[in-house]
């Protein structure tokens, strides 16, 4: 077997909820659009596997069984070939749940966050301010905020990692966004993307041929955040921060501008599941 030498990246979904489109992009959406939950699997030599975030799973009807959380499932219904979710994508590559290093967290929406009980020992990193609001906020109100509680496997805490203790290094660049550098990883560090939920991390991918900011949920379309078009206002009851979520668009528009070849990618972008299974 030939034994890989530089970091990879593959992207997978599993599920997707829909919603009306209108949402997404208030001048041109029409009839429903799929949210699919995206997923990176992360091949780094020297540490081995690591997930960026886990999409949907099973795990997600059982916890919208019954009320309040069932509203979640309402105002979001899943659609989910079991085949798909993160644990059995692994399996059929023959990665199985103790290979996986470590899990990163982008933030603790359900749609990022439904495969961890996958992975009940895996290491978790996450940002400490995701996780404290995860730790304050209970009933409705975590519900309007996309968390759910019982999709966190039993003891978790004892898992968790936090970028702010653990990073190898940390700054805002010329952009504005902070970065992080963990893991003693060099063409791989996460990003600070406030706004859409507390905390929210993307990653940074820079590698001799490629260069790729994954900015998870800091939009949902790549076309609108070119063409400048925001959300449906309507979104501000579930966001954590309107006025970051703004500024953080315009800090990715900065880095791209001045960063000819990157990709900027969104976790629910049809752009992006065009990238599904291809290896970076
Ligand atoms: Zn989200």
């Known amino acids: 077997m030939v034994q890989k030498t530089e970091l990879s990246i593959s992207l997978f979904a599993s599920g997707y909820c829909q919603a009306h489109e209108r949402i997404v992009d208030p001048l041109n959406g029409k009839g429903r659009c799929k949210f699919h939950a995206v997923w990176a699997l992360i091949f780094a030599p020297k540490i081995g596997y ?9 795990e997600f009807n059982k916890a919208t ?23 059995n994508t692994l399996h059929a590559k023959g990665i199985f749940p103790d290979d996986i290093k470590y899990i990163i967290l982008s933030h603790f929406h359900a749609d990022h966050i439904a495969g961890l009980k996958d992975f009940p020992n895996t290491p978790i990193i996450c940002s400490k301010k995701a996780h404290d609001e995860v730790k ?8 309007s905020k996309g968390i759910l509680h019982n999709l966190l496997p039993v003891n978790y805490e004892r898992n968790l990692l936090f970028i702010e203790d653990i990073a190898d290094k940390r700054f805002v660049n010329q952009y504005g966004l902070e970065e992080f550098y963990l893991l003693g990883l060099n063409e791989f ?15 940074i991918y820079h590698s001799s041929t490629e260069h ?32 970051d979520f703004v500024d953080t668009l315009q800090k990715i528009r900065c880095y791209e501008l001045d960063n ?21």
Not at 50 to 58: A, E, M, R
Not at 65 to 87: I, S
Not at 260 to 280: D, S
Request: aromatic share 16%; glycine share 4%; charged share 20%.
């Open 50 to 58: 690591i997930l960026f975030d886990t999409g949907y799973s099973n």
């Open 189 to 203: 560090k996460l990003v600070s993307l406030p706004g859409h939920a507390r905390g929210m991390l993307g990653f």
């Open 212 to 243: 790729i900011l994954f900015a998870t949920d800091a939009s949902w379309r790549y076309d609108t955040y070119k063409q400048n078009v925001l959300p449906k206002k309507v979104v501000k009851l579930f966001f954590d921060s309107w006025d």
């Open 136 to 143: 304050n906020i209970h009933g409705i109100k975590a519900i």
């Open 65 to 87: 069984k019954t009320f309040p959380e069932r509203f979640y499932r309402w105002a979001t219904p899943v659609y989910l070939n079991e085949q798909y979710t993160v644990k």
């Open 260 to 280: 000819e070849n990157v990709k900027i990618l969104f976790t629910h972008c049809p752009k992006t599941l065009m990238l599904t299974h291809h290896a970076f």
